[in-house]
């Protein structure tokens, strides 16, 4: 958070380390210690790359793969190294492999659920491996693939995931100059902004609707129409799901045994202006229609649809951004939000950020709106982001996220109040 810690408050992150502390205790100390790291890196606004040699701005991606650029204050760093080592025997077996993990410690602010990651959820958020074969052909062509492979040591990611271990995606490729890039296997579906840049996420991800794949195919493509506009392309198709997605039970049809998404098209073009002032604002257009197979009594098939509207504005350390997407036909019989078979979703998100050197300060509101009946999701996400070297990046996060208008009442309130700190690491 965008704050500068206070001597006492470090004083008391010394008492939480004696003898007999906690291990939330020491949590403490770490949230402490990233705040203090981001707050001196942000006041020197350098990018201390030049020891290794190394570009001081690196490429690499988020959560959803979007591509971001970062710079990292600390280069020389043993993950780098191992990263140098896996890229240079993989430029051998012309197959790039990476990998990495994400490790989630929380303190519940009710006083319920410290720890490393939540009752149901602990030990490692998940460990990843990709590989990406990518093959030459005549005429500038490529044929290749991409998979990543997830898993958990202990509890589900999700209740209704088949195990500890699955793919992510898993899909064929081919790419040609002029036409674009055809995906044929497990896919990651693209409605609506790919990724808002928190660790945590959002109310359409908790929804089922971001960083979502399924089996179909995927044609994308990047057309430039001149030195300031380009349009990027997407459309898609999905014949049946695949039991993979981050929203919670009871949102929508995955978590629902017998309830199947099925033949689902979708459509996205966001055109990219490049500005007079050297800015640039993004337009997302989303489409989506496709059907809801049922085998449980009771439960009829059901034809959904929905679209999306988003707003990415980036001008220097700045970007702004907004979503809304409404969403038509009943996704699960009884919503975790409203506690009912809802037939129209609303999902909002508006969010603002920061990047000064090696820190980005982060503030995201997100919203869910049931219909029929009626339920509300609020969910709010602070926090920063210290890009600590080229292969690690720290987390640290608060979280306020509540439920109002349940059928059942014991299911409203604050489903969490709490800090969050994340390290990731990635080959």
Known sequence: MNRTPSAGAAADAGIYLLPGAT??????????????????????????????????????????????????????????????????????????????????????????????????????????????????????????????????????????????????EAYASLTTENHGTLKAGQVWKRFGMDWDGVWWGNAAYFDGFKLDPDYGMSWEKTTKIDGALSVDSYLQFFFHEDRVNGSFAGADPESVFGYTERNTGVLRLVPRWTLSDNSSLHVGLSAQVGQIESRQIGLSDEVVSAYAVDVNYYKGPWRLLVEGQQYFGRRNPVRWISGGPSNRVSNLLAGVQYTKGSVTYRGNYSATLDANPHGIQNLLVTGVTVAATKNVDLYLEYVNQQISGNAVASNNGQIFNSLNFIVHWHL
């Not at 993950?79 to 989630?104: C, M, N």
């Not at 939540?118 to 958020?125: A, C, E, F, H, V």
């Not at 693939?145 to 589900?156: F, K, P, Y």
């Open 23 to 168: 291990g939330m205790s020491c949590l403490r100390f770490l949230i402490l210690t990233t705040i203090i790291l981001a707050h001196t890196l942000e006041s020197l606004s350098i990018c201390a790359a030049t020891p290794c040699d190394r570009d001081a701005c690196i490429s690499d991606t988020d959560l959803s793969g979007t591509p971001l650029v970062r710079q990292p204050y600390f280069d020389c760093d043993c993950l780098g190294d191992v990263a140098e080592a896996l890229t240079i025997q993989s430029d051998r077996w012309k197959i790039p492999f990476g990998g990495g993990a994400y490790h989630w410690f929380t303190e519940d602010l009710r006083g319920d659920n410290d720890g490393y990651g939540i009752p149901g959820l602990r030990d490692t958020y998940f460990w990843y491996v990709t590989a990406d074969p990518q093959f030459q052909l005549d005429g500038g062509n490529r044929i290749g693939g991409h998979v990543e492979l997830r898993l958990r040591e202990q509890d589900l990611f999700r209740s209704f995931l088949p195990g500890q271990v699955w793919t992510y």
